[in-house]
C-alpha cells in the first residue's frame, strides 16, 4: 500500500497573501491531482499532472499555480488568498486502468483566511 | 458540458432499513467508468465501488449499485444501514477526456439513526 500526505493539515493566512501546500505520495503513480472541496459543491478540478513537470488546468485553475518538480510531489499556491476561498483541499494520484482510474486522495488540507 | 447530479443533499434513514442514493449523469461518451466514493469524517475520501459495464450489478461492503446507461443512472443502494454507513458519499463520472478525469456530484450526506 501507499500514502498521500499533504502538509500542512491548516493553512492560515491573510487575505491577498500568497499561500502554498504541498503534496507527497509514495505509491509512484504518474498522476496527480489537486481538488477543492466545499460543502455542498462537490469536489471541483483545481489542477493536475500527468508526469514530472506536466500541468493541467481544471475547471477552478482561476487564482491558483501549481508545481510537479518529482514525480512523487506536487505543490499547490494560492497566488492571493480572498476570505471565499476558505474551502478544504483535496491531493490525489492515480495510474491507468484501462477505463476510468481510481483516484487515491490525502486527507486534505483546509485553508483559513483572516 | 457533462455532469453528475445527486439529488440529495442530506439523507437520513433508521438502521437496519434500506438506503438508497441517487446519481444520474450526462456525457457525450459511450465509454465511461463511474465511481462512488465515500468519507468519512476528518478521513480522506476512499473509492467504494467502481464500474464500467452497462447493467451489471457491482457490490463492495454490503453496498450496491447497477450502471444504467439507458437511464444514465448509477444509484447506490444498500438493504440494511449501520450506524456505520454515516459518511459524505459522492459519486463520479469518468470520462476518456483529459487522462479520465473524474466529475463529481455535489455529494449526500448519510445520517443513520438508531
Known amino acids: 500500500g501507499g500514502i498521500i500526505t499533504q502538509t500542512p493539515k491548516f493553512l492560515i493566512g491573510q487575505e491577498g497573501q500568497k499561500l502554498t501546500l504541498k503534496c507527497q505520495q509514495n505509491f509512484n503513480h504518474d498522476t496527480m491531482y489537486w481538488y477543492r472541496q466545499d460543502s455542498g459543491k462537490g469536489l471541483r478540478l483545481i489542477y493536475y499532472s500527468i508526469t514530472e513537470n506536466d500541468l493541467q488546468k481544471g475547471d477552478l485553475s482561476e487564482g491558483y499555480d501549481a508545481s510537479r518538480e518529482k514525480k512523487s510531489s506536487f505543490s499547490l499556491t494560492v497566488t492571493s488568498a480572498q476570505k471565499n476561498e476558505m474551502a478544504v483541499f483535496l491531493c490525489?494520484?492515480?495510474?491507468?486502468?484501462?477505463?476510468?482510474?481510481?483516484?487515491?486522495f490525502g486527507e486534505g488540507s483546509r485553508l483559513i483566511v483572516v | 458540458g457533462d455532469s453528475v447530479t445527486q439529488t440529495e443533499g442530506l439523507v437520513t434513514v433508521t438502521e437496519g432499513l434500506p438506503v438508497k442514493l441517487n446519481c444520474t449523469y450526462q456525457t457525450t461518451y459511450l465509454t465511461i467508468a463511474f465511481f462512488w466514493y465515500v468519507q468519512y469524517l476528518n478521513e480522506a475520501p476512499q473509492v467504494l465501488l467502481k464500474?464500467?459495464?452497462?447493467?451489471k450489478r457491482t457490490e463492495h461492503q454490503g453496498f450496491h449499485a447497477t450502471l444504467h446507461k439507458s437511464s444514465s443512472s448509477f444509484h447506490l443502494q444498500k438493504s440494511s444501514a449501520q450506524l456505520s454507513d454515516s459518511a459524505l458519499y459522492y459519486c463520479?463520472?469518468?470520462?476518456?477526456?483529459?487522462?479520465?478525469?473524474?466529475?463529481f456530484g455535489s455529494g449526500t450526506q448519510l445520517t443513520v439513526m438508531p
Open positions: 490525489a494520484s492515480s495510474i491507468p486502468q484501462g477505463t476510468g482510474n481510481t483516484l487515491y
Open positions: 463520479a463520472l469518468s470520462e476518456p477526456s483529459g487522462s479520465w478525469q473524474l466529475i
Open positions: 464500474s464500467s459495464t452497462d447493467n
